[in-house]
């Protein structure tokens, strides 16, 4: 695709075919919809190819196709400069044989024909299909400019007809343009081009001979499936999602968390593919092949995001849209009101061309997506995962966070400092196992503590289980009994000095107490956002005790505890109605406040990546990224105003000094080239600004 008629002109026909949820990014190239049935994908293909464009489904055949394209403009560029710089410099050139009309011809023709070989196709196809892009332009003006010389040739007008250099110099300086410009646009993808590359790496998976003697053979990590063992020694990447069977190592997985700093892999943990191992050998067990691996999730939500567009393009796409056949009708103006004054053809002709040729909707319809494949890329290799280009934008208009507590604000690695059972109800050893059997079912991070810590091999079989989401959990035995672990309001009793408590039959059969620490970084973080006059409110289901304890600590403005789920999502209701909010929680419990906040942020390690509530999530262990996603949002939608007013400012002054006659058609379609190289440019400016 090569400006944003092309990516209209996509979306447009697979909305007609009845798909939906359609997504085109103009600058990575591609596709995503939801196929609702109907029409086969084979004749939905072909039907794009019928557009004028070549679905490529192979990732490699997508990364050759492109750098063809380059290669493809280079080349028209290298087969046109010749010929067209004879032409150009004929004026200056005492070479008699330049100056005839037919030598002229002679040296124009190659390069008009390789011209509209090019554009003439795009024009003819993009007007067939009612959305005719820049190439129409590109393509009416060249052709103008070489009719009307051939007409002069011909007719022996003499050298007022002669315009043979404005053709070719049109379409060599448009491949010049062009040739820049794809340049500049693989450069905005090369945050996200260095994630791909990790996902194309060599790995030693492990086979067994007759003898059972292990064997290592090379292989492509494409190759690999769940349930391949591999071997994976110091220096290398690890070829794909992995668990460690064997070996400790040091790893550095700043490819998924932005984090450099080195971690420790023992038996049983999880290895993510991308990550580099520091020092150490380990054999370990894939547990996903590459394409369904963590890394190419990111990868590919990043590549939809790319192609969604925030509400502030949506002008942008109504004027593109429009836009060529408006300058048509602007040329088709200019030239009459200049033959009118100037009684002249040749120079009415002449400023009409300039005129279609220096009119740009490329700038417009990329001011959006170059900045948006710039930011995206840039987050996912710092930890942070946009799921949608929307949320790049709402950050700028968020006055208020507000923060859930445990696994947010506090570690999450819960610890058991006592317990203390009835003994006239339960004995300590029952208590034990009935709480681990109980939470062993539970996803909440106290009940993950309690299962990790008293785990027995004698679990109590349960008739039946129920778990109430922000109270707790309860199950029958075949003996009739239930038990029930939760808070205090769900064991029944007014005494709320403990976490967690174990009922027998609506009888309290003990506690549990436990031990949370604040994170590190919590107190910068808060601090950050006052700073920026953000408010910040904790609202946490836990007891407001310690939730007062938490804000005070690290400052915050409000406290609202004891929360349930339907609690938490009618104040994320109504804070949104006052003002833009966003919600940072571990994506479990908090789902539908996630889902209902201006902006829903996840707290999660690169194991939970397919929460799908959040617009946002960390992938970092901590919130220390998210400064830099605030930050790097507010940045990127600062470029994208800043392109577009750049594309409307362009447009709006270049087609009345084209009309005046201050520009000829090849300085107009030099400046139109470099005018999206100016506004990639500024997009990619995005990659080395600071975020701190």
């Known amino acids: 695709m090569h400006c944003s008629n092309c990516a209209l002109t996509i979306s447009r026909y697979l909305e007609k075919e009845g798909m939906q949820n359609v997504k085109v990014s103009l600058v990575g190239g591609d596709v995503g919809f939801d196929w609702m049935g109907g029409k086969e994908i084979q004749k939905i293909q072909k039907g794009i190819g019928e557009l004028g464009y070549t679905v490529i489904n192979e990732p490699a055949d997508n990364q050759k196709l492109k750098g063809g394209t380059i290669n493809r403009h280079l080349v028209y560029l290298l087969v046109c400069l010749p010929f067209t710089i004879l032409l150009v410099f004929h004026m200056w050139l005492s070479t008699k044989w330049l100056m005839n009309p037919w030598a002229q011809l002679a040296l124009c023709l190659p390069v008009f024909i390789v011209g509209m070989n090019y554009f003439g196709k795009s024009a003819f196809k993009s007007i067939r299909n009612g959305l005719p892009n820049m190439n129409v332009l590109i393509a009416l003006g060249s052709t103008a400019a070489f009719v009307y010389s051939l007409t002069g040739t011909f007719f022996e007008k003499g050298e007022t007809y002669l315009f043979y250099e404005t053709a070719a110099g049109i379409i060599t300086l448009v491949f010049f343009g062009n040739y820049l410009e794809d340049i500049t646009v693989r450069s ?151 033959f009118y004054l100037l009684q002249d053809l040749g120079p009415a002709l002449m400023r009409s061309i300039a005129v279609l040729v220096i009119a740009c909707p490329c700038a417009m319809g990329l001011a959006t997506p170059a900045a948006i494949a710039v930011g995206l890329g840039r987050a996912a290799k710092n930890g942070i995962l946009f799921r949608h280009a929307k949320s790049l934008e709402l950050f700028g208009r968020i006055r208020q966070f507000v923060f859930d507590k445990t696994g947010t604000l506090t570690t999450g690695d819960f610890e058991i400092s006592g317990f203390h059972s009835i003994p006239e109800i339960i004995s300590p050893d029952e208590f034990k196992q009935i709480a681990s059997s109980l939470e062993k079912y539970s996803s909440h991070p106290i009940a993950k503590c309690v299962s990790r810590s008293w785990k027995s091999k004698t679990d109590i079989r349960w008739i039946k289980l129920e778990e109430i989401k922000g109270m707790g959990i309860k199950g029958l035995t075949s003996s009739g009994d239930w038990y029930c672990a939760g808070s205090y309001k769900m064991a029944g009793v007014a005494d709320e000095d403990h976490e967690l408590y174990l009922t027998k039959n609506g009888e309290l059969a003990g506690w549990i107490d436990f031990a949370d620490q604040i994170r590190a970084e919590g107190k910068e973080v808060i601090g950050f956002l006052r700073d920026q006059d953000i408010k910040t409110t904790l609202l946490s289901g836990d007891r407001l005790s310690k939730c007062r304890f938490v804000a005070n600590w690290l400052g915050m403005d409000e406290v609202f505890a004891e929360q349930s789920p339907e609690q938490k999502l009618e104040r994320i209701t109504e804070w949104n109605a006052s003002q833009p909010t966003a919600m940072v929680g571990d994506g479990i419990n908090d789902a539908p406040s996630l889902a209902k906040a201006s902006l829903g942020i996840s707290m999660s390690d690169a194991s939970h990546i397919v929460l799908q509530t959040s617009d946002l999530v960390l992938m970092g262990k901590g919130l220390k990224n998210l400064p830099s996603a605030l930050i790097l949002g507010r940045l990127t939608f600062q470029t994208i105003r800043q392109n577009l007013f750049w594309a409307f400012f362009y447009n709006m002054a270049a087609i009345p000094v084209a009309a005046f006659g201050f520009l000829s058609p090849s300085l107009a379609a030099l400046v139109m080239g470099l005018s999206d190289v100016l506004l990639l440019i500024n997009s990619i400016r995005l990659s080395i600004r600071k975020l701190k």
């Open 188 to 338: 905005t993808q090369k945050a996200l081009n260095s994630l791909s590359k990790s996902q194309d790496v060599m790995a030693n998976m492990i086979a067994f001979d007759d003898q059972h003697q292990e064997i290592l053979f090379p292989v492509k990590n494409s190759v690999l499936r769940a349930g391949d063992l591999v071997l994976i020694k110091s220096g290398e990447l690890v070829p794909a999602d992995a668990k460690v069977l064997w070996g400790d190592a040091d790893l550095n997985e700043s490819i998924i968390s932005g984090e450099s700093m080195p971690v420790t892999k023992h038996p049983k943990d999880k290895l993510l593919g991308g990550s580099l191992l520091l020092d150490g050998v380990l054999k370990a067990q894939i547990t996903a092949s590459t394409k369904d691996s963590t890394l190419a999730g990111i990868i590919n939500l990043v590549r939809m995001a790319q192609g969604e567009k925030p509400p502030v393009q949506q002008l942008a796409d109504r004027i593109s849209a429009v836009f060529v056949p408006s300058v048509l009708g602007i040329a088709a103006v200019v030239f009459a009101v200049n």
